[in-house]
């Protein structure tokens, strides 16, 4: 009897183009080169309560903009991805920081590999940071990365997470916005299928989360914490129904459970 090939997703749909046209945060990185985050990473990297002198490990590092920050921090950070061209671009940023003056020379590095088979010693980082990664992982990756992730944190680590969008939002009440949106002449903008407004989040999101699956994973891999929802920053200057709509959609239970578009978790070993 053969046994059934598990799915990956193939490293080649991750290409420069991926990184700086469509990978959220290639506006920022573009205009400051990598020096300075999007809101979205801020956001999560904030969670991490990193201090100098740590070490801190970015799990799909992407385009190396936070290994870079960590390098001004004097953090000792690196960095694994999946695909050639990233661990390409972040050994790019790395060298740009390096080079600068005035910074501290902390140990960091880059490597091309995979979020299930992290090559570092058990309980070596204060830090492991999953972000953006999650929802590119099927199930069984993500349950391998997430084990590998608690093999290489310190007793006394952490996990920091986010991904997008939020499983329940796409599910539930994208259908209920788009629908609101078409009445308001606005359909144009909003796809049947959510994942559309970014095309190649048709390809490359295999398992997008909600608050309760993710607490699940975290659990089933032996991590204790906290979950919660988020969304971005609602620039629209609207009237005072809509507003009104906003706040109950964002801040209260349940309408927030399927309204918050982002699921970020800070967790520790149990």
Not at 92 to 107: F, W, Y
Not at 133 to 142: G, I, S
Not at 175 to 183: A, D, E, G, I, S
Not at 197 to 212: A, G, K, L, S
Request: net charge negative; with cysteine; charged share 30%.
């Amino acid at each position: 009897m053969e046994t059934k090939q598990k799915k990956s997703l193939p490293s080649t749909l991750y290409t420069e183009e991926y990184f700086l046209t469509a990978c959220e945060g290639y506006d920022v990185f573009l205009e400051s080169e990598g020096r300075h985050l999007s809101r979205r990473l801020n956001d999560a990297f904030a969670m991490a309560e990193v201090e100098a002198g740590m070490r801190l490990l970015d799990v799909g590092c992407g385009r190396g903009e936070i290994i870079r920050h960590c390098i001004q921090m004097g953090v000792e950070a690196y960095g694994i991805d999946y695909a050639e061209v990233a661990a390409l671009m972040t050994r790019d940023v790395i060298e740009q920081e390096k080079q600068a003056e005035g910074v501290e020379q902390r140990p960091s590095g880059v490597c091309r590999s995979d979020a299930k088979f992290l090559p570092f010693p058990d309980g070596y980082f204060d830090r492991v940071l999953l972000f953006d990664v999650v929802e590119h992982l099927y199930p069984w990756e993500l349950k391998q990365a997430l084990l590998e992730s608690y093999r290489i944190l310190r007793d006394d680590g952490r996990l920091i997470i986010h991904t997008a969008p939020n499983r329940w939002y796409d599910a539930y009440a994208y259908p209920v916005v788009r629908l609101f949106r078409r009445v308001l002449g606005e359909g144009h903008k909003y796809p049947k299928d959510p994942r559309a407004i970014i095309p190649v989040n048709q390809d490359v999101h295999v398992n997008e989360q909600d608050i309760r699956s993710m607490n699940w994973n975290l659990k089933s891999a032996g991590f204790k914490g906290k979950v919660w929802l988020d969304s971005p920053p609602q620039d629209r200057e609207e009237g005072m129904v809509m507003s009104g709509l906003h706040w109950l959609a964002f801040k209260v239970p349940p309408f927030r459970w399927f309204f918050e578009r982002e699921v970020f978790a800070v967790a520790h070993k149990r």
